[in-house]
T-cell receptor
Framework: DTGVSQNPRHKITKRGQNVTFRCDPISEHNRLYWYRQTLGQGPEFLTYFQNEAQLEKSRLLSDRFSAERPKGSFSTLEIQRTEQGDSAMYLC???????????FGPGTRLTVT | GNSVTQMEGPVTLSEEAFLTINCTYTATGYPSLFWYVQYPGEGLQLLLKATKADDKGSNKGFEATYRKETTSFHLEKGSVQVSDSAVYFCALFESGGSNYKLTFGKGTLLTVNP
């Protein structure tokens, strides 16, 4: 169990640029989740995959956001035309089956200048 | 909808002090309850959980009891250490329906001084 990894750990970008983050879940986990966390808040759900299928997207996930999990393994989260309000920590988590137990990655901190 | 309310932080204690972090919840059914911990620079880790009323979750000296009558899941530790300094999140999961959603509180920052 090597844990959930996320890359990059930090990303600074200028407003209007596109960014892409990667998440590698625990290998046998079939479920993958993306969350956004801002200062002083708990993680907020963005989207969820079961294997390669994206089963749910939060209304927080605007049209500028897209997530994929092409082979049911790693996942990418892309933000197009970044805005300053997108500055946050983006967390990925995985789980085997349902329930509330999640294994979280260390997060990618995005700063939009 | 479901929600979780935690006591506002930050909480600052001296080593070996008693810790309580309050958590109450609102849910339509019978949720499972969790405490997650986030150490500086790391991702969230599951600390403990309880899946039904009157269950007690425990781990690393921390305990929390699922109280349905007061809709609470307060976190306690009898003697905190400097290494317990972290942000603590209470969360609930309700199975059935949207069975993916884990709802978090805002988190409570704990600082333990030597």
């Amino acid at each position: 169990d090597t844990g959930v990894s996320q890359n990059p750990r930090h990303k600074i970008t200028k407003r209007g640029q596109n960014v892409t983050f990667r998440c590698d879940p625990i290998s046998e986990h079939n479920r993958l989740y993306w969350y956004r966390q801002t200062l002083g808040q708990g993680p907020e759900f963005l989207t969820y995959f079961q294997n390669e299928a994206q089963l749910e997207k939060s209304r927080l996930l605007s049209d500028r956001f897209s997530a994929e999990r092409p082979k049911g393994s790693f996942s990418t989260l892309e933000i197009q035309r970044t805005e300053q309000g997108d500055s946050a920590m983006y967390l990925c988590a995985s789980s085997l089956g349902g329930g509330g137990t999640r294994h979280f990655g260390p997060g990618t901190r995005l700063t939009v200048t | 909808g479901n929600s979780v309310t935690q006591m506002e932080g930050p909480v600052t204690l001296s080593e070996e002090a008693f810790l309580t972090i309050n958590c109450t919840y609102t849910a339509t059914g019978y949720p499972s309850l969790f405490w997650y911990v986030q150490y500086p620079g790391e991702g969230l880790q599951l600390l403990l959980k309880a899946t039904k009323a009157d269950d007690k979750g425990s781990n690393k000296g921390f305990e929390a009891t699922y109280r349905k009558e007061t809709t609470s899941f307060h976190l306690e530790k009898g003697s905190v250490q400097v290494s317990d300094s972290a942000v603590y999140f209470c969360a609930l999961f309700e199975s059935g329906g949207s069975n993916y959603k884990l709802t978090f509180g805002k988190g409570t920052l704990l600082t333990v001084n030597p």
